[in-house]
Nanobody
Framework: QVQLVESGGGLVQVGGSLRLSCSVT????????MAWFCQAPGKEREFVAN????????YRADYVKGRFSVSRDTNKNTVYLQMNSLEPEDTAVYYC??????????????????WGQGTQVTVSS
């Protein structure tokens, strides 16, 4: 069994920064493709960024390019989402997800088998 625990969310003003962390526990001898998704009230869950199981490939959604970056520390079994220049539109619950089935990290939520409980990010104007 795999558990994902997000942390680092909170309230921040426009233009501020946050760093989200996702800690993977349980069956950590397997490396996973990891991703971040977000979901605002009344909206569908949306892809934010992903990182391959070996850390050699990352991809970010267009609306966060230049502002967010994703990385992983395999030794710590942790994935990070660095969020800079935050905007009110970034307000959402951010979820970490893991997939061990594919050789590449997907941008589709349904492709991820494991999910964290989410962490709230609120950007005030």
């Amino acid at each position: 069994q795999v558990q994902l625990v997000e942390s680092g969310g909170g309230l921040v003003q426009v233009g501020g920064s946050l760093r989200l962390s996702c800690s993977v526990t349980g069956r950590t001898n397997t490396l996973y493709n990891m991703a971040w998704f977000c979901q605002a009230p009344g909206k569908e869950r949306e892809f934010v960024a992903n990182v391959a199981w070996n850390g050699e490939f990352t991809y970010r959604a267009d609306y966060v390019k230049g502002r967010f970056s994703v990385s992983r520390d395999t030794n710590k079994n942790t994935v990070y989402l660095q969020m800079n220049s935050l905007e009110p539109e970034d307000t959402a619950v951010y979820y970490c997800a893991a997939d061990q089935q594919r050789s590449y990290p997907s941008r589709v939520a349904a492709d991820y088998e494991y999910w964290g409980q989410g962490t709230q990010v609120t950007v005030s104007s």
